[in-house]
């Protein structure tokens, strides 16, 4: 029984010491961005009155992609907006340059596995990385 002990306890270091940084060790950027980028999905959508608005094949085709230096993409393969991302409080900023468009979201959840945006409208939009 001794003899097994040790080789537990090594395993056991071995396999903690590589797990994934859990969602309280992480900023917002880390959460939002990952190490270096990160890419969100949607998942479901709700209108202002909070009744589920059914994605179309072209929004879940939509993605948006967090870089750690600021930056933000937000499209498909065919067409896609870039600027500049910030998070400040509980409010997600994103930039979209050449189109001089501002989207601000209230951010109501974010894990490293969920994010939940409320618009100025009250609608609402879950999403998980790509």
């Known amino acids: 029984m001794k003899n097994l002990i040790l080789p ?3 395993i056991l270091l071995s396999v903690s010491g590589c797990a994934k940084k859990s969602d309280t060790s992480l900023t917002n950027e880390d959460k939002i961005a990952g190490e270096t980028e990160k890419t969100w ?3 479901r959508e709700t209108n202002a009155e909070g009744d ?3 994605l179309t094949r072209d929004e879940k ?3 948006i992609t967090f ?3 600021g930056n933000v993409k937000m499209g498909d393969n065919d067409q896609a907006m870039s600027g500049q991302w910030s ?3 509980s409010t997600l900023t994103m930039h979209f340059t050449g189109q001089d468009i501002t989207e601000n979201f209230t951010v109501v959840e974010l894990t490293n596995d969920r ?3 409320k618009a100025g409208d009250g609608s609402e939009l879950i999403m ?3």
């Open 8 to 10: 537990f306890l090594l």
């Open 41 to 43: 999905v949607a998942t």
């Open 52 to 54: 589920k608005d059914k």
């Open 61 to 63: 085709k939509e993605k």
């Open 67 to 69: 870089w750690r230096n």
């Open 87 to 89: 998070y400040e409080g």
């Open 115 to 117: 994010m939940q945006l």
């Open 128 to 130: 998980k990385p790509n």
